[in-house]
């Protein structure tokens, strides 16, 4: 594609045999036109990067890697340059998270185009009249337009004669952004109904690129990466091919060492280790939303089978209901979460029984608790409250006494942020003390890998609870050095000191008046 720029006539014929290869080798393209840019050798992750953007048939791509890995060089500069210079692009739209991190990134682009001496000698002057930073065209076949727009920008309708053909998405979300579950709705709304809607779906030139970051369990990137999956597992063509590519591996070894060696990746492990931050480090170099070693880790899971429970541990187990309400019963609300609790205070255990997650209307909720606490013959029943008591506290306790079924109800008000609440289970976790009923265990093991990040709270908060119904029911593990009735008395009679409720083995052994609070 040799458009004649000056260039030695002996090397017209060679200079035309490479363009030829570097039409659909980004890769070579890259580093023949860019060798100042591209000067480590690629990775193995940067040629599957190539061959997907290579292969036009790829029409909607999503490219997770991690800082440092010259993704956005090889997209916004290697890739649109090439898409430009061989004609295949007619209409660019880059997007960012902000106006001016679009406009820096094409500005770069027109740099390049324009003072670049290989492109100069064999495309010649790619400079036009419309060189504008919020709009340019540039001097190839096409007058390719290039039209930069930060996230919050309107993109669909921006020509009223033409439709973006190429969408590049760079970096759309922020870690504000995604923290909030609105803010995160929104942005999904406005990536599906106007991003990605403003492509001429008629034709068949078209091609949406998206990279960044994983930062968030229900982010865009982590909802399509998701959807990927199942439908590769489900054997269905996915809407998007996904391209996942940490830096390093779960051993925390380079999957670049030719740019960052094992030493580097560890010695930013350690550093990163230091502040607390392995979360952030999972998300900026290993391109999930948190790290296992931050938080929940797998290895401090036990399940349980409930058909093989010992008989001893099911008789003297302790069982509550816990219950974390919706506020609505709509599919857009979070689902109601019912666990039941069952506490070993001679084992020293505490076992995940059972787990309801739907979306149910207040009396579904009151209905479904009761056949819990029936069932699993509980001793008290806790509620999330959040100000308006009555919505629940009183219909339940009502219903309570039509099916002459009377426990103890304990008001859970919700103090402080979920994950708060979630990060005091951590210790009985790491001392193995919890049992999850294996045939629930993902409800709560999956989302808890996630954590702090976590897609799916309910049910989270609804078992994070327990320590909240421990304290109220003024259960404390025994100690096994307490065998005898007189050591035991002796050990209640210290925490009496301590808390009035320790008198007793725990609140809950007698039933509640009724007609009480």
Known sequence: MYNGGEIDPELKEEAQILLEDCRNNLALFCKMIFPERFDFPFSKGHMKICRALDDDSIKKLLIVAPRGFGKTTLLQLGFVAQRILFNKSRFIVPISKSEINALNQTETLKMQLVSNLMIKKLWGSMKTQQFSKEQWRANNMLKTVIMPRGSGQQVRGLLLDSRPDLLIGDDVEDIEGVESEIQRGKLKRKIMEDYLNSVDFKRNDWRIVFVGSMLHEDSFLANVEDNYKAAIKAGRKPAWHVINLP?????????????????????????????????????????????????????????????????????????????????????????????VWGIDLVGQSYYLRSIVREHLHLDEIITRVLDAAARWRARAIGVEVTGSEEQ???????????????????????????????????????????????????????PLLSFPRCKKWDVIDAASYLPKMLNAGGLYLRSDDYGDAKSLNDYYRKLKEEDERTTRLHRWEVCPNPFGK
């Not at 005091?424 to 629930?440: A, D, G, N, Q, V």
Request: negative net charge; proline residues 4%; contains cysteine.
């Open 392 to 446: 629940i506290m009183y219909p339940l306790k009502n219903e309570m006494l039509i099916r002459r079924q009377v426990y103890h109800v304990e008001e859970l008000r919700a103090r402080g942020k979920k994950e708060e609440r979630a990060a005091t289970m951590l210790p009985y976790y790491k001392m193995h003390r919890i049992f999850h009923e294996e045939s629930i265990a993902s409800l709560i093991e999956l």
């Open 247 to 339: 830096l390093c591996d779960d051993n925390y070894k380079s999957n670049w060492p030719e740019a960052y060696t094992d030493e580097w990746i560890q010695d930013k492990l350690a550093e990163y280790a230091s502040m607390g931050l392995l979360d952030s480090f999972a998300r900026e170099f290993m391109g999930v939303p948190t790290s296992a070693e931050a938080n929940f880790r797998r290895e401090y899971f036990r399940q349980y089978k409930e058909s093989e429970l010992p008989e001893d541990v099911r008789r003297r187990l302790v069982n509550v209901v816990i219950s974390d309400p919706a506020k609505t019963a709509k599919k857009t609300s979070c689902d109601t979460a019912i666990v």
